[in-house]
């Protein structure tokens, strides 16, 4: 049974979601500077665009390979514009269990985009893949992506509490770390029960080779 994830893009009505590439460079170091980025995430602030490039050459790959993850660029599909990335990480193949996380660009929010591509990858997961389970790691106070979680069917399994550190602005503009919450989240097979609309009617999947 295999332990690594192929190179994969998926397809929806208005998204494509791709292994990264180097042309990503200036869009991915834009989107990882943005404030909300900063405030949720524990990506290094200031992003630069060299930070970027490794992501795209070393680390992204060797997730793969290993086996350990999946990172995927969320794209326009009408203007191949970089809308955001959906990541897989701690995956368990003997349980055939995922986390999944993402990040939607400053300007693409409240579009959409980020249940959509998630909905697509879990698709893909849950179906194609034959995983049995995605979690999902909110902080408390990040209202916008529970939004997602709950839009594409998960179900809150608890809180771990105090094991979230988020950051906030200080006075000189550096960022402060806080101490919160993680809400926990988790998608099974059977709750994607209609919730297949959202994929293109191609099917959705393809090899990134075949897309390419």
């Given at each position: 049974m295999t332990s690594t994830f192929p190179n994969i893009s998926i397809s929806t009505e208005r998204l494509v979601l791709r292994p990264l590439d180097e042309d990503d460079v200036p869009a991915l170091a834009e989107m990882m500077n943005d404030e909300q980025v900063g405030a949720w995430t524990d990506v290094p602030q200031?992003?630069?665009?060299?930070?970027?490039?490794?992501?795209?050459t070393e680390?992204?790959?060797?997730?793969?390979?290993?086996?350990?993850?999946?990172?995927?660029?969320?794209?326009?599909?009408?203007?191949?514009?970089?809308?955001?990335v959906v990541q897989l990480a701690r995956t368990n193949w003997r349980l055939r269990s995922t986390e999944m996380s993402y990040i939607i660009a400053p300007w693409a929010r409240g579009e959409g985009y980020a249940s959509e591509a998630a909905?697509?990858?879990?698709?893909?997961?849950?179906?194609?893949?034959?995983?049995?389970?995605?979690?999902?790691?909110?902080?408390?106070?990040?209202?916008?992506?529970?939004?997602?979680?709950?839009?594409?069917?998960?179900?809150?399994?608890g809180v771990l509490r105090n094991a979230c550190i988020a950051h906030v602005r200080a006075?000189?503009?550096?960022?402060?770390?806080?101490?919160?919450?993680?809400?926990?989240?988790?998608l099974l097979p059977e709750d994607l029960d209609g919730a297949g609309e959202q994929l293109a009617d191609t099917g959705g999947f393809t090899s990134f080779g075949e897309w390419n």
């Open positions: 200031p992003y630069t665009e060299d930070r970027a490039r490794t992501w795209i680390y992204a790959p060797s997730e793969r390979e290993t086996g350990r993850g999946l990172d995927l660029a969320v794209t326009e599909f009408l203007t191949q514009r970089l809308v955001g909905l697509a990858t879990a698709h893909w997961l849950l179906g194609d893949q034959k995983f049995e389970r995605i979690e999902l790691r909110t902080a408390a106070d990040n209202t916008a992506s529970q939004q997602v979680a709950q839009k594409i069917g998960c179900i809150s399994e006075e000189d503009g550096s960022w402060t770390d806080v101490r919160t919450d993680f809400i926990v989240w988790s």
